[in-house]
């Protein structure tokens, strides 16, 4: 940037001023989380668009912005489209509590992440007693008085 | 998931006793009240049955039934 100054007689200075720009990068963020708590049956299926804004790459649709799931239970049965955040069950739901992150990655390697639970219910069972047992037997008493 | 559970028992389909009991595997016990009209001596044997329920399932047990005087 150059300063330019004149007066009435026609003489004048100058200076430059040398500007260094540094540009600050900024993270992903995730602009739609899932509710921390979700419940869900075997029999149902799981679907979520996780999406994501950024100063620099704007949103999913751009192409620029990476989404990757991690389930630090070992659950497989889900699954992350990297490109548009979409999160679909590839299998059928595993009854369990299941802990999930989903992390999105700009094109600067900046990060924003959120963690979701998966309660998944199965059939409750009676384990005792059994439905084979032969009978079961109440005995009435009767107080007479 | 050792949440708690939802249990009806009924016998002959007629609500005895609504409960909550945890799905954690361990023993609870349960009260249910009968009166002479229950009696099976002369009837056989009749049914106990268990609807327990969790937030989005259910299962229904049974159990032949005999109630003595």
Not at chain 1, 8 to 28: A, M, W
Not at chain 2, 4 to 27: C, P
Not at chain 2, 44 to 59: M, R
Request: glycine content about 4%; proline content about 3%.
């Amino acid at each position: 940037m150059e300063l330019f100054v004149i007066d009435r007689s026609g003489l004048n200075d100058s200076f430059i001023i040398n500007l260094t720009v540094l540009e600050t990068q900024h993270p992903p963020n995730i602009t739609n989380p899932i509710s921390s708590e979700n419940n869900l049956s075997i029999f149902d299926s799981f679907s979520f668009d996780f999406n994501a804004s950024d100063l620099e790459d704007y949103n999913e649709t751009e192409g620029l912005l990476n989404f990757s799931l991690v389930s630090s239970d070992g659950a497989t049965f889900l699954i992350v489209n990297s490109s548009d955040g979409t999160v679909t069950n590839s299998s059928s739901l595993l009854a369990g509590i299941w802990n999930f992150s989903i992390f999105v990655r700009d094109s600067s390697g900046l990060n924003d992440s959120h963690n979701f639970t998966l309660r998944i219910y199965g059939y409750p069972e009676i384990i005792y007693p059994m439905m084979d047992m032969s009978s079961i037997v109440f005995m009435r008493t009767r107080q007479i008085t | 998931m050792q949440d708690a559970l939802d249990f009806d028992f009924a016998i002959n389909n007629i609500s005895r006793n609504q409960t909550m009991g945890m799905g954690n595997e361990t023993y609870f016990n349960v009260t249910i009240v009968t009166n002479y009209t229950d009696e099976t001596t002369c009837s056989g044997k009749i049914q106990l049955s268990a609807n327990v329920s969790n937030p989005k399932l259910s299962a229904l047990y049974s159990w032949n039934l005999s109630i003595l005087q």
